[in-house]
């Protein structure tokens, strides 16, 4: 699945936090209603008080009929329901909507048997009703209670009555349902939530992870130095820090090798070359016109100054790697620059055709000869890879506090492998490295170094199928923003 880590963490925590969320909201129902159900049996309790200890039925239809009176003032839509009987199952009293067909046998039966007990564990209780002027007070057995339909049904007796007493729950099931509807539709927000702290713990988590790509991102052949910081990182990233920062020191070691032998070489062939060049001018004077060894000298000379051209633009770039350049800046008229630069295209091939358009008086702070190598790099090719028509068009222009000049010309088509590596050293697109069109492979790679090392970038731009496009973005000059 493609995306962001942090995304895929807040996703992977949906079901375990929808999971959490709906146990929660079931438990808190469950204990809201059992809550429910225990506030309804003492309110049972408090109807029935201490009534079945000396029992009168007349105080006790009193005191059960107030109780009914009061329990729907109190709550509205709330019902008592009561009935009393013998142990014979005579009926004394009975409300008018007790529920059809229910007797409470079961739970009269368990509340008779706790009285029971209750009995045998006092000795000193009466055992026939003749000798309860010396006992007022009657034993009663402990409260039973069941849910029946929409009723809680309370049993409690004494060794002459048993008294059923229910309670209607039709509010505590509405307040239940209003609970569980106020939960469903808080339940989304409350998953959004948790999905967010999910989001915000995986980028806090992540923090270290960004202090390895923020330093990967700064790392280049210039800045080969960069390390990463290990002294707030937790432990569980120490062991990937060290580990990659031992890898940038290796790459710096390597780097800096590669680097010195590149200037190191190119130092060294420069002697060489240059003792070759003078020995083969020196053999081309006293060659007579016209013989083959004149020819040979011709072609030899031609090779070192080709291997020379290597050779200085390889030091170049050991330099541009090294990022020790040397640049000389100063102000220069650019727009005037680039007008030379059309100029020489005009002398590499009178033939071809070109269209300027040169935006006056631009100015740029920079190493003259290092920006017109770049532009003659950026001329050369346009005029080797230009196919005549349409013209070869140069335009120059100032972008905000950059000056942009694009070179394009219209040639065979550059394939998307080959637009990926036109930058690389000694790439060509010609892939057999043939000499129809003359050239090292160094040239852009050279430009776009130069370019990097006066602040600005140059770029294969998207353009015609059957165009190729170069801009070079530098730097306005600071006088002239």
């Known amino acids: 699945m493609p995306g962001s880590f942090k995304l895929k963490l807040a996703l992977y925590s949906v079901p375990l936090f929808g999971v959490l969320l709906t146990g929660y909201c079931v438990y808190f129902l469950r204990m809201a209603y059992r809550v429910g159900l225990e506030r309804t049996d003492a309110e049972l309790r408090a109807s029935l008080g201490d009534q079945l200890r000396h029992p009168r039925q007349i105080d006790l239809e009193e005191r059960v009929g107030d ?18 009987t013998d142990y014979d199952g005579n009926i004394m009293i009975e ?7 229910y007797d409470g046998e079961a739970i009269l039966d368990e509340a008779f048997v706790s009285l029971f007990f209750a009995e045998r564990a006092n000795p000193n209780l009466p055992e026939a009703a003749g000798r309860r002027g010396m006992h007022p007070e009657l ?13 809680r049904m309370m049993a409690v007796c004494n060794p002459d009555l048993r008294v059923l007493i229910g309670m209607g729950l039709e509010p505590l099931n509405a307040e239940i349902g209003e609970f569980r509807s ?33 330093t990967a991102r700064k790392v280049s052949a210039r800045h080969l130095d960069e390390r990463i ?40 062939l420069k002697t060489p070359l240059t003792i ?21 000298c011709v072609d030899l000379l031609d090779e070192v100054q080709r291997l020379d051209g290597i050779i200085r633009n390889l030091l170049i770039l050991a330099q541009a790697d090294s990022g020790n350049m040397p640049l000389q800046r100063e102000p220069l008229d650019f727009s005037a620059m680039v007008s030379e630069a059309v100029d020489d295209i005009e002398a590499l091939d009178s033939r071809q055709r070109t269209v300027a358009r040169i935006d006056p008086a631009i100015e740029v702070e920079g190493d003259r000869r290092m920006l017109e190598l770049v532009m003659h790099n950026l001329v050369g090719n346009a005029v080797k890879y230009s196919l005549g028509e349409p013209p070869i068009t140069v335009a120059l222009k100032r972008k905000g506090e950059w000056v942009q000049l694009t070179i394009s010309n219209r040639g065979a088509p550059i394939l998307p492998a080959e637009r990926e590596r036109i930058f690389e050293r000694f790439y060509r697109a010609d892939s057999a490295h043939n000499r129809k069109v003359d050239g090292t492979g160094l040239g852009l790679s050279i430009a776009r170094e130069i370019a990097q090392a006066h602040g600005g970038k140059l770029e294969l731009i998207d353009a015609d199928p059957a165009e190729t496009a170069f801009r070079l973005s530098l730097p306005a000059s600071v006088t002239s923003r």
């Open 139 to 151: 034993p009663i057995s402990r409260a039973i209670f069941e849910t029946v339909g929409t009723y």
């Open 95 to 101: 409300s008018g909507d007790w529920p059809k067909g």
């Open 229 to 268: 910081g290990v002294v707030k990182a937790d432990p569980e990233f120490r062991q990937l820090i060290d580990t990659i920062n031992e890898m940038l020191g290796r790459l710096e070691r390597s780097f800096g090798q590669a680097a010195r032998f590149s200037a190191n070489a190119a130092h060294e």
């Open 276 to 296: 070759l060049h003078a020995q083969l001018e020196t053999a081309l004077r006293k060659a007579p016109d016209g013989s083959p060894s004149q020819t040979l």
């Open 67 to 84: 109780r009914m009176a009061s329990v729907g003032r109190e709550v509205p839509g709330r019902t008592l329901v009561f009935r009393m």
């Open 182 to 214: 106020k939960l469903l539709l808080s339940a989304p927000l409350a998953l959004l939530l948790l999905i967010g702290s999910g989001w915000l713990l995986a980028k806090l988590a992540l923090r270290p992870v960004n202090a390895i790509v923020h």
